[in-house]
């Protein structure tokens, strides 16, 4: 399901979210934090597999895991505004403005957490270690995030900006 799609089924088009009017609801944060922790959750699996893998040290993984978050974040709102007719430039535009707070929110919470975690990062592949402080670590990254992308949408930001181009 394409971005729009996930918009229309949920049926928060219509609402206002410009300049704080409207009324922004917790369902509405939760799923602009699902979208981004998609992206996010991609990015940061894929980047903690292959700095894993490849043994790289600790501060590599979190960085590529870091990189990819933001790329897989910024594809995901990227390809559903594309599809509503924006250039490149301009989607990469939209996407900046609508999940950067969202993804490094996201992505402090959720590598400080897996940090936290003793024997996490040195965990390999095949360890419930790795998967269960990976999961709830996007877990809590969910939770944290949610208020912020709520007032930032009551505000016309972040998510907000996506809806204008649906």
Known sequence: MDTHEHHQMSGHEHADHGAGHGTTTWSMAAQATLHCLTGCAIGEVLGMVIGTA????????????????????????????IKSGLTLAAAFKVAFA???VSIAVMEIIDNTVV??????MDAQLNQWLFWGSLALALALAFVVTTPVNRW??????????????H
């Open 54 to 81: 490849a043994g790289f040290h600790n501060a590599g993984t979190i960085v590529l895991s870091i990189v990819l978050a933001f790329i897989f974040g910024y594809a995901l709102t990227m390809r559903g505004v």
């Open 98 to 100: 609508a999940d950067t």
């Open 115 to 120: 940090v936290a975690i003793p024997g996490a």
């Open 152 to 165: 930032m949408i009551s505000r016309g930001f972040g998510h907000a900006v996506v809806h204008d181009h």
